[in-house]
């Protein structure tokens, strides 16, 4: 009997396998289509300062799917990762984000907004992603000292010399870089003074325990110094209560972001959410 019941379970399990399998194909080939047939869309999230002065956006890719509807990043940039097609995808959003701070260049209400773009390890690592973001620039004419992109640790795991080289021919045009979610991968410290960043984001993993876990709010404290005095700007993400914030702000992180200050949005919403047309996407937040 016993038998026979593990023959049933690897029989689901194979049947099981096979449905991902499939559905995973499926995915790959319409993410394939899916850039040229446009369904890819920014939405923008403010970065504010403990005066709630917004300094700038992170824009965050989603996919309007056809059938499936709004997709998140964590549905599809695993498969985009591992396909390859985050190449174009990151050009992509690089070069709508681009385009972005081009048409805010002269609204005097607009042209101090910064963008951050998030970069995968993998596109990063293409050999030829310094005359990649340079040649964006220049389509654009977006202005370099208003892009910032983010890294995250997992770019340090080969080749630290060349992530290091390249960040420097990039920082020389003018741009900036964030080092994404940090703390939660697996650096060593000592990469902090090697690599030329201008900013630190403390991941909402620690943020969330703010109030509930004093360990946590060690070390986030310990981020904060530490970025503090290597000169680091510090944003922390996932800012969702009055008591996270406060607890950031009292401790020194200059930037928060986080659904307290507005969820991630379209750009026609975000700009009148800018524009105090429309109020911020969350009910929390009160401007002073
Ligand atoms: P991330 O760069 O760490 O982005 C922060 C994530 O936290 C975003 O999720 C954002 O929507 C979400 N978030 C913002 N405020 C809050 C909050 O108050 N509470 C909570 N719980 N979450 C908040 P999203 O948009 O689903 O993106 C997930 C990840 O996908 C990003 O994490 C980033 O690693 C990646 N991603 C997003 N857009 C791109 C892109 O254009 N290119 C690449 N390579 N990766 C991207
Ligand atoms: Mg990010
Ligand atoms: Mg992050
Ligand atoms: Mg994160």
Known sequence: RAKADGG?????????????????????????????ARQFVLHYQSQVTSENRVVGAEVLVRWHHPVRGLLL????????EDTGLIIALGLWVLETACRQLTAWRDDPQRQHLQLSVNVSARQFREGDFVDQVSQVLARTGADPRKLKLELTESLLHEKVADAIGKMEALAALGIRFSMDDFGTGYSSLSYMTQLPL???????????????????????????????????????????????????????????????????????IYERELDGELPASNPAFLPQ
């Not at 029989?11 to 995915?27: C, G, K, N, S, V």
């Not at 990043?73 to 985009?80: L, M, R, T, W």
């Open 73 to 80: 990043p964590g549905q599809f940039i695993d498969v985009a």
């Open 8 to 36: 049933n379970a690897l029989r689901f399990f194979e049947a099981d396998m096979q449905t991902r399998i499939t559905a995973r194909a499926a995915l790959e080939n319409e993410l394939h289509a899916a850039i040229a």
């Open 198 to 268: 201008s900013q630190v984001k403390v991941d909402k993993f620690f943020v969330h325990r703010i109030g509930l876990d004093a360990k946590v709010e060690s070390i986030i404290q310990a981020i904060i110094g530490m970025a503090r005095s290597l000169e680091l700007e510090i944003v922390a993400e996932g800012v969702e209560t009055p008591a996270q914030r406060d607890f950031l702000v009292r401790h020194g992180c200059g930037l928060c972001q986080g659904y307290l200050f507005g969820v991630p949005q379209p750009l026609e």
